[in-house]
């Protein structure tokens, strides 16, 4: 007789983990330390479960998908927007950690995500460098803001919080081009994506950081994890609007002004823009269009190790 394999859901909070062993199996509660991290892996070591599920926490779970890793305990880690709107799909409205744990557990029965290369040293530092460079861009246009609409009062103590993030971000962008040549491989991608026009080096290093798949799939799916794949919205003799959905926001963030960019000086991107323009199409649309446009090239020309060559004009 075979054992029945284990779906392990954990929930994730700052002080706690909540482990359910199966929908309907057993409840621990772990305290989220080191301690208590090595205790948990040790046991699903044990346990060998056919897959373990939590949701991204941003980063407190990164510790315990770590060493579970090292323990060779298959994790997943998930958008919790997927695991939220299948946990409505059961009925289930109640929330809980509890409860949370258990979803997590038929949701890595059910679904079955796929079990992901987690990302090395190099790679996690590349990561937090970008990840703090774009706080610090949201924090800076937030002060920008804030000081038209303070007492004057407060202007001086605004302004030079604003010097002081300046300087933070001249020396992010520093930091993410050494670290960036200071590595073969990385600076390698660097040169054959900054070929492209419009693809300057904050792209460059999101690109890097944030979609370690480009260049390994397809257009269509690396259309869809950006989110700038349009879907249809069809329904018997309806024919409704095509819309993006989903994807990596900050990646698109990114992209859009690489497109921005681009529609001027990049002649592939600004003939497919002023097509879509004469077309009817509305602005951004169109730019949507060539976000799409710029990650399908930027993917092709790392699958196949090429660089950026401009389109021979066609006599006339």
């Not at 409205?93 to 409860?99: G, P, Q």
């Not at 890595?108 to 706080?135: F, G, H, Y």
Request: charge should be positive; charged fraction near 25%; hydrophobic fraction near 45%.
């Amino acid at each position: 007789m075979t054992r029945a394999e284990v779906f392990v859901g954990i929930d994730v909070s700052k002080a706690r983990l909540d482990v359910a062993l199966g929908f309907a199996g057993e409840l621990l509660g772990i305290a989220h330390d080191a301690r208590g991290i090595v205790e948990l892996a040790g046991r699903l070591q044990k346990l060998a479960p056919a897959l373990v599920v939590l949701e991204a926490s941003g980063g407190l779970e990164t510790a315990l998908v770590g060493e579970l890793a090292a323990a060779q305990v298959p994790v997943a880690v998930v958008n919790p927007r997927q695991v939220r709107e299948f946990t409505r799909c059961t009925g289930q409205l109640a929330k809980t950690d509890a409860l949370d744990a258990r979803a997590l557990a038929l949701f890595a029965e059910r679904i079955k995500p796929p079990v992901r290369e987690l990302p090395d040293e190099q790679t996690r530092q590349l990561q937090a460098l970008v990840t703090r460079r774009r706080e610090l861009v949201e924090m800076l246009s937030a002060e920008r803001n804030r000081l038209g609409c303070v007492p004057a009062v407060l202007h001086r103590e605004i302004r030079a919080h604003i010097r002081w993030l300046q300087a933070r971000l001249k020396q992010r962008d520093h930091d993410l081009d050494q670290m960036l040549r200071n590595s073969p491989l990385w600076r390698e991608r660097e040169d054959l994506l900054s070929s492209v026009p419009g693809v300057g080096p904050v792209l460059c290093a999101t690109l890097l950081a944030g979609l370690p798949e480009l260049g390994r799939l397809n257009r269509r799916e690396i259309a869809a994890l950006v989110g700038v794949a349009p879907y249809p919205h069809d329904s018997g003799t309806m024919r409704g609007r095509r819309t993006v959905w989903g994807g990596r926001a900050h990646l698109r963030a990114a992209l859009y002004m690489g497109a921005l960019v681009g529609v001027r000086y990049n002649p592939v991107l600004r003939s497919l823009y002023c097509r879509l323009l004469q077309r009817g199409k509305a602005k951004k649309l169109a730019l949507v269009a060539c976000m799409r446009k710029l990650i399908t090239i930027l993917n092709a020309m790392l699958k196949h190790r090429t660089h950026w060559s401009a389109p021979c004009p066609i006599p006339a």
